[in-house]
C-alpha cells in the first residue's frame, strides 16, 4: 500500500493518458486524474485508515478471516482423528460449505445494495457466528452436512461487501487505499488462524481429543460475533456522500 500510495501519483496517470491520446485509444476516464498528488499518499494513507467505517471493516475482515481459514484448518483433522473418517473422506467432507457458499456470496452482496452494507454484514457476521457454534453439534454424519450447508451460505458472502463498504465511505481519490487495508486485514487475520487453531487444539489435549476441536469452534464463534459488534460502530455510505 505505500508502495502505490507513492508510486500512483496524478502526473504518472495524466502521463498515462497522454501516451493513450497519442496512440489513438480511449482513455479508461474521460476527466483528468483526481488521484492523489505527489506528497499527499501517505496522508491519504493515514486519513483513509482513520476512517471509522474502514478501520472498523478491516477489524471484522481480519476477524471474518480467523473464522474462514480456521474451519479449513480445524474441520479435517476434526473429521479424521474424532469422527474417524479416512483421510479422503475427511478431506471430501470437510468442504461441502463451499456448495451453499457459491450461492451465498451472489445473493448477499446483491441484498447490500438495497439493504445496506451495514446491516447485511450484521446479520453475515450473526449467522456465521451461530453456524461456527453449531459444530459442536455435528455428532453424526447428517448434521454435519446440514450444519456446513447452513455456515456456508455465508462463508464466501461477506469478502465483496467488506471491499464495497470500504468503497462506499472512501475519498474519491483513496477507493484502492481503502481496499488495499481491507487486503491486509484478510492477510492478518489468515496468518493468525492457523496459529491460533493449533494452539487451541494442542491445548485442549492434541490432536485425537474432542476437547481442543470445541475450543477452536467457539472460539471462531467468538471473533464472528466481535467482528459483527465492531459492524454496530459503522455508518452506511453511498459513494456520493462519502467523503
Not at 496517470?13 to 493513450?20: G, K, V
Not at 475482515?61 to 483433522?77: A, D, E, F, R, S
Request: net charge positive.
Amino acid at each position: 500500500m505505500i508502495f502505490w500510495a507513492k508510486y500512483s501519483t496524478a502526473d504518472r496517470i495524466n502521463t498515462l493518458y497522454q501516451h493513450i491520446d497519442s496512440q489513438g485509444l480511449t482513455r479508461p476516464a474521460t476527466q483528468e486524474s483526481s488521484h492523489v498528488a505527489k506528497g499527499e499518499g501517505m496522508k491519504t494513507f493515514l486519513r483513509t485508515l482513520r476512517n471509522r467505517n474502514i478501520s472498523l471493516t478491516a477489524g471484522n475482515t481480519l476477524l471474518t478471516q480467523i473464522v474462514y481459514m480456521g474451519i479449513n484448518v480445524v474441520l479435517p483433522p476434526y473429521l479424521y482423528h474424532v469422527s474417524g473418517l479416512s483421510l479422503a473422506a475427511s478431506a471430501g467432507l470437510s468442504i461441502i460449505f463451499t456448495l451453499t457458499g457459491t450461492l451465498g456470496q451472489v445473493i448477499w452482496p446483491w441484498l447490500s445494495d438495497s439493504f445496506g452494507r451495514k446491516r447485511t454484514l450484521i446479520v453475515c457476521g450473526l449467522w456465521m457466528s451461530i453456524g461456527i457454534a453449531l459444530f459442536y453439534f455435528a455428532t453424526n454424519m447428517p448434521r454435519l452436512i446440514a450444519i456446513q450447508l447452513f455456515f456456508g451460505l455465508v462463508a464466501n458472502a461477506v469478502w465483496p461487501i467488506y471491499y464495497a463498504m470500504a468503497s462506499d465511505s472512501a475519498e474519491e481519490r483513496a477507493t484502492s487505499t481503502a481496499n488495499g487495508i481491507i487486503t491486509t486485514a484478510m492477510f492478518i487475520g489468515g496468518g493468525i488462524s492457523p496459529l491460533l487453531m493449533g494452539w487451541l487444539i494442542q491445548f485442549g489435549g492434541g490432536w485425537e481429543n474432542p476437547a481442543g476441536y470445541i475450543y477452536a469452534f467457539f472460539t471462531m464463534a467468538g471473533c464472528a460475533l466481535l467482528g459483527m459488534l465492531l459492524q454496530l460502530m459503522t455508518t452506511d455510505k453511498t459513494p456520493r456522500k462519502a467523503h
